[in-house]
Nanobody
Framework: QVQLVESGGGLVQAGGSLRLSCAASGAIFGIDIMGWGRQAPGKQRNLIATVTSPGTIAYVDSVKGRFTISMDNTKDTVYLQMNSLKAEDTAVYYC??????????WGQGTQVTVSS
């Protein structure tokens, strides 16, 4: 069972920045993909950024150019640098892991609130 510990959420003004971190443990088969999803009130949870262990990165259009995902393979840690934040980025942000034995795990979530 993979455990994910997230940190870095909070309240920020529009145009500001936040950095989220997520450390994974217990992935005995190794990790293929790490990422971040978010869920706004009344909406579905969606992945917004992913990075594979070889380093392939993908973003949804709404965060391209503003958010940067990175992964430290040696620590099984993923980061999300969020710049130029907008009110519509307000959501609970969840860390995501896909392991080499084809299991998916989500973190407990961290609240990001952007005030306009």
């Amino acid at each position: 069972q993979v455990q994910l510990v997230e940190s870095g959420g909070g309240l920020v003004q529009a145009g500001g920045s936040l950095r989220l971190s997520c450390a994974a443990s217990g992935a005995i088969f190794g990790i293929d993909i790490m990422g971040w999803g978010r869920q706004a009130p009344g909406k579905q949870r969606n992945l917004i950024a992913t990075v594979t262990s070889p380093g392939t990165i993908a973003y949804v259009d709404s965060v391209k150019g503003r958010f940067t995902i990175s992964m430290d393979n040696t620590k099984d840690t993923v980061y999300l640098q969020m710049n130029s934040l907008k009110a519509e980025d307000t959501a609970v942000y969840y860390c995501y892991v896909h392991t080499r034995n084809q299991r998916d795990s989500w973190g407990q979530g961290t609240q990001v609130t952007v005030s306009s």
